[in-house]
């Protein structure tokens, strides 16, 4: 069932569904600003436009531009100085969630993490054989 809430734009009361997440009057307003930025950014000489040019062009905002990319309406390999932000460090993106470098950190303290796991369970089990030896 849907939810009644507040448009997060102009404040006013609609039903909330999974493909919305604002009013159908700001839907409207901002299918017309995507039609104009993906109309702007078709053209060949516009294609290796950057964000801010975009905004100047077509009045979207950064983060509906930044929105359209995650949700893959806009193409990052189309348009390749276009993306949105690393969720977890804020650098500019053009698939997943996070960066390359946020990976690559992330993964090394897993990696580390493991091993201070291996490394207590050898220590337990080492002082359990000789607790076990002693009692012999």
């Known amino acids: 069932m849907n939810?009644?809430?507040?448009?997060?734009?102009?404040?006013?009361?609609?039903?909330?569904?999974?493909?919305r997440d604002v009013c159908p009057k700001c839907s409207?307003?901002?299918?017309?600003?995507?039609q104009a930025a993906y109309t702007f950014l078709r053209k060949r000489e516009n294609r290796a436009a950057t964000l801010e040019r975009?905004?100047?062009v077509t009045g979207a905002s950064e983060e509906m531009?930044?929105?359209?990319?995650?949700?893959?309406?806009?193409?990052?390999?189309?348009f390749p100085n276009?993306?949105?932000?690393?969720?977890?460090?804020?650098?500019i993106i053009?698939?997943?969630?996070?960066?390359?470098?946020?990976?690559e950190e992330l993964e090394s303290s897993l990696k580390l993490?493991?091993?201070e796991q291996a490394?207590?369970?050898?220590?337990?089990?080492?002082?359990?054989?000789?607790?076990?030896?002693?009692?012999?």
């Open 65 to 78: 531009i930044q929105k359209w990319v995650k949700k893959g309406r806009l193409q990052a390999r189309q």
């Open 113 to 115: 993490h493991d091993r």
């Open 54 to 56: 975009v905004v100047e």
């Open 3 to 19: 939810e009644v809430v507040d448009c997060p734009r102009c404040g006013e009361l609609y039903a909330q569904n999974a493909f």
């Open 82 to 91: 276009l993306g949105y932000p690393c969720d977890r460090c804020g650098a």
């Open 28 to 34: 409207r307003s901002e299918e017309a600003l995507y």
């Open 119 to 136: 490394f207590e369970r050898e220590r337990k089990e080492s002082q359990q054989r000789t607790f076990l030896s002693k009692r012999s």
């Open 94 to 103: 053009q698939a997943g969630k996070v960066c390359n470098n946020c990976i």
